[in-house]
């Protein structure tokens, strides 16, 4: 309960009796009580909005003893991991389409030098040049005899593979620097 100075018993003037009245002060009270509450309430909803995609999805970096160390909102079906191939030393990445229940598919590769996809990823089709726009030179879906679908994905996250996550309108996650610890290892997973 709030309780707002000048409220209670007013003294009723010559020959008049007591009464109980509110002042109207009471009502720029409530305004601003409510206004509080309604811009906290946008600000509680554009945080969630921070936090998770349309429709509520969202990809989550943690460590193995499950430590939180990204939610990225995902708007649309599609999220990348970029990374330096430590072979070929340059960049390459994994491109993944989140399923309707919750796990994610690799759908394309992409790299910035061919023999990145043709040895590395050994892709039974050509590498192609990559669309206009798109942050890697060339692209190649990956062995559709060898479909790698996951619930959740573990990987290295070390400062020589740089690895980064993409998502749709928002900055990249480089998920190498997120990392406080010795042990480089991180799991992908979509959550709702």
Do not use: C, K
């Not at 990987?155 to 010795?182: C, K, M, S, Y």
Request: proline share 9%.
């Amino acid at each position: 309960m709030v309780v707002l100075s000048g409220s209670g018993a007013r003294a009723a003037g010559p020959g008049g009796t007591t009464a109980r009245r509110r002042p109207v002060r009471w009502l720029a009270a409530v305004v601003l009580v409510l206004a509080a509450v309604l811009i906290g309430g946008a600000g509680v909803a554009a945080t969630t909005a921070a936090v998770a995609g349309d429709d509520g999805r969202a990809v989550v970096v943690r460590t193995p003893d499950g430590e939180v160390l990204a939610r990225v909102p995902l708007t649309g079906d599609r999220f990348a991991v970029s990374y330096r191939n430590s072979v070929y030393t340059t960049l390459a990445e994994e491109r993944y389409r989140v399923l309707p229940d919750g796990r994610f598919e690799l759908v394309e590769l992409a790299a910035d030098q061919v023999a990145v996809l043709e040895e590395y990823y050994a892709v039974p089709g050509a590498p192609r040049p990559a669309p206009p726009g798109d942050r890697r030179s060339h692209v190649a879906e990956p062995d559709p005899a060898r479909p790698a679908v996951f619930d959740v994905l573990n990987i290295a996250a070390t400062d020589l593979g740089e690895r980064t996550l993409h998502t749709p309108d928002t900055d990249p996650v480089p998920i190498w620097r997120l990392l406080t610890g010795e042990d480089p290892t991180v799991l992908l997973e979509i959550e709702r």
